[in-house]
């Protein structure tokens, strides 16, 4: 059993991974991001997500998002 500060550190470790690799012109959303990690088992709500990401000094989509 994974004690709850492990596991917060690692969904916003893997957070910060997929942004980092995201295709910055169509950047995941909060949404994407909840699929991504339910298929590694990282069962959290995409208001956790949010929350994590705002954490993280990570921006929302729109900010992030690179227009040519």
């Given amino acids: 059993q994974m004690c709850k500060e492990t596991a917060t550190e690692e969904i916003k470790e893997e ?3 997929l942004v980092k690799e995201e295709d910055k012109k ?6 994407k991001i909840v699929s991504l ?3 590694k088992n990282m069962k959290i709500s995409r208001r956790t997500v949010a929350k ?3 954490q993280l000094g990570i921006a ?9």
């Fill in 15 to 17: 957070i910060r991974r």
């Fill in 26 to 31: 169509k950047p995941l959303s909060d949404s």
């Fill in 37 to 39: 990690l339910e298929q």
């Fill in 52 to 54: 994590y990401r705002a």
């Fill in 60 to 68: 929302g989509t729109t900010q992030r998002k690179i227009h040519e």
